[in-house]
Structures are given as structure tokens and as C-alpha cells.
């Protein structure tokens, strides 16, 4: 038998859980039933919840729709490492549920968007992009398994402890994320160089010493400091709310013995990367 009621707390409390771990008003409504033996309106339910949480706006609920699955994090651990450097490159991470994981970027850059796509939809089918007033913003929502790129971004200071394997696999994502590999035109005599920039100084001296380790030389100087306005190709006036700092590699031996350590994955740097390195053969 089936009854039409009002929603108690005990039902409230269930569909309150329920809808947090990504499960739609319809879902929930069917997950009601199935335990409750009880028939409550979409409206209804909605209403109840609308009280107690603060309830996803239809592009959320887009997003969630689309969701084929989530697979749990079972790479090696350079494929942890590059992740990492990834995130901590350009990438936000944050919980959104107590079950997902948002992990979340912006760029002007289509073929950015694309790539990051391209990382992590086999780990979950509600991946994407869409298009935004300054360009275009990416989202992936990951289990908990990837938990470790939480940890990473308030205790950076594990990239210590990696490996030369490891180390360098986060290098690669740091570089995909924050790097720059090109030919210097801004002094008389034009040099190759791959910078890498972040507002966070301690991580970039860490990247620093590491580097120093396996005999790449590098410097590390302030670049821009904060509230610094600068005009982008469009006219915008942005202004930089942090200092930033660059950690930069120029000379030709250590360029060469970086390039043959690092694999970025991003096909722009990819393919920056084996073009200096064969300049540098030369």
C-alpha cells in the first residue's frame, strides 16, 4: 500500500543525505519510496529541503545529470605526483560534498580546457567546460579517492619528499599548468628559457632545491608585486592581488638535462618542449 504523506524528519533527514551525495529531487523522491513505502510530490520534497539546505541551480543539476560514473584513483605513483603538480600549478580544489571532490579552473584557452578534460574524464563522466564572460571555466567532480589533491594543496611541502620519478612527473603538471618553455626575445642577445610562476614562494623554493639536487640550475626572483594593474590584449585592466614570483632555468646544460626528464602532456608545451630540445642538440 501506498501512502501520500507529508515529509517527516526522519524522512527529511534521509533526503537531505541523499541529495547531498549527487542524487536528484526525482532519485530522491524514488529512494523515499523504496524505503518509506511513502509518495511524496517533487514539489513537495523540494520545498522541505529548500528549508534545510541550499539546493543546486539548474546548471549543478546539468552537470550532475551527466554524470556516467566515478571511477576511484588507481594510477602509479608519478601519476599521483603529476596530478598534484597540476593542482598546485593552476587548479582549485575543494569539497563539495562529503562524497565529491570539486576540482575547478578558468582560462581563455579552449585547447587548455580540452586537454584538462581529456586528464580526467576517465576517473568521472561529469567533466566539462563551459563558456564564460572572461573565457571559459572547467569543473571535474572526483570520489574521494582523490583525496590526496586536498591534502596537497595545504601541505605542499610533500614534493620534498618525492622521488626523482615522482619529482619530475609533478614538474611535468606543474609546467602544463604554469610553465613557460620558449625563446626569450626581451634581451639583446635572445636565450631559451622555461620559467614557471606562482604566487606561493615557499613551494616555488622548494621546486628550487629539488631541481638543484639532480644538478639543474635555476634562480628564483619576485616578478610582479601585489595590486600591480597591467593591461591584457583585450584592454582589460587586471590587477595582480598577489606577488608572484618566477623560478627560471636558462642555462643551456641544465635546459637540456630538464627537457630530457620532464614529459608535459599538454600538446603546447609538448611540443615546445621537443623543439628547444632539439635547438639545444644542435
Given at each position: 500500500?501506498?501512502?501520500?504523506?507529508?515529509?517527516?524528519?526522519?524522512?527529511?533527514?534521509?533526503?537531505?543525505?541523499?541529495?547531498?551525495?549527487?542524487?536528484?529531487?526525482?532519485?530522491?523522491?524514488?529512494?523515499?519510496?523504496?524505503?518509506?513505502?511513502?509518495?511524496?510530490?517533487?514539489?513537495t520534497l523540494r520545498k522541505a529541503l529548500k528549508n534545510v539546505i541550499k539546493l543546486r541551480k539548474r546548471e549543478e543539476a546539468?552537470?550532475?545529470?551527466?554524470?556516467?560514473?566515478?571511477?576511484?584513483f588507481d594510477g602509479s605513483p608519478s601519476e599521483k605526483a603529476y596530478l598534484i603538480g597540476l593542482c598546485l600549478g593552476d587548479l582549485a580544489v575543494s569539497r563539495h560534498s562529503k562524497f565529491t571532490i570539486l576540482v575547478a579552473t578558468s582560462s581563455t584557452k579552449e585547447s587548455f580546457m580540452k586537454f584538462l578534460v581529456d586528464i580526467?574524464?576517465?576517473?568521472?563522466?561529469?567533466?566539462?567546460?563551459?563558456?564564460?564572460s572572461k573565457g571559459y571555466a572547467f569543473y571535474a567532480y572526483l570520489d574521494n579517492s582523490f583525496n590526496f589533491l586536498l591534502e596537497?594543496?595545504?601541505?605542499?611541502?610533500?614534493?620534498?619528499?618525492?622521488?626523482?620519478?615522482e619529482f619530475f612527473s609533478f614538474l611535468s603538471g606543474f609546467i602544463d599548468a604554469e610553465g613557460c618553455i620558449r625563446l626569450d626575445r626581451s634581451s639583446k642577445y635572445p636565450y631559451y628559457v622555461v620559467k614557471m610562476g606562482n604566487t606561493n614562494l615557499?613551494?616555488?623554493?622548494?621546486?628550487?632545491?629539488k631541481l638543484e639536487e639532480f644538478q639543474i640550475n635555476c634562480g628564483c626572483y619576485l616578478n610582479s608585486h601585489s595590486n600591480l594593474q597591467r593591461k591584457k590584449k583585450d584592454g582589460e585592466i587586471i590587477t595582480s592581488r598577489k606577488d608572484c614570483y618566477i623560478v627560471q632555468i636558462s642555462n643551456k646544460k641544465s635546459l637540456s638535462r630538464l627537457l630530457m626528464k620532464i614529459t608535459p602532456r599538454y600538446e603546447e608545451k609538448a611540443m615546445k618542449k621537443h623543439h628547444l630540445l632539439s635547438q639545444l642538440m644542435v
Open positions: 500500500m501506498v501512502i501520500k504523506m507529508k515529509v517527516t524528519k526522519e524522512i527529511l533527514e534521509d533526503a537531505k543525505n541523499w541529495y547531498l551525495e549527487g542524487n536528484s529531487l526525482r532519485r530522491t523522491q524514488t529512494l523515499i519510496f523504496e524505503k518509506y513505502k511513502v509518495k511524496v510530490s517533487k514539489e546539468l552537470i550532475l545529470a551527466k554524470r556516467k560514473f566515478r571511477k576511484s580526467f574524464k576517465k576517473y568521472t563522466g561529469a567533466v566539462g567546460y563551459i563558456p564564460t596537497a594543496k595545504t601541505n605542499f611541502k610533500i614534493v620534498e619528499k618525492f622521488d626523482e620519478s615557499e613551494l616555488l623554493n622548494i621546486i628550487k632545491r
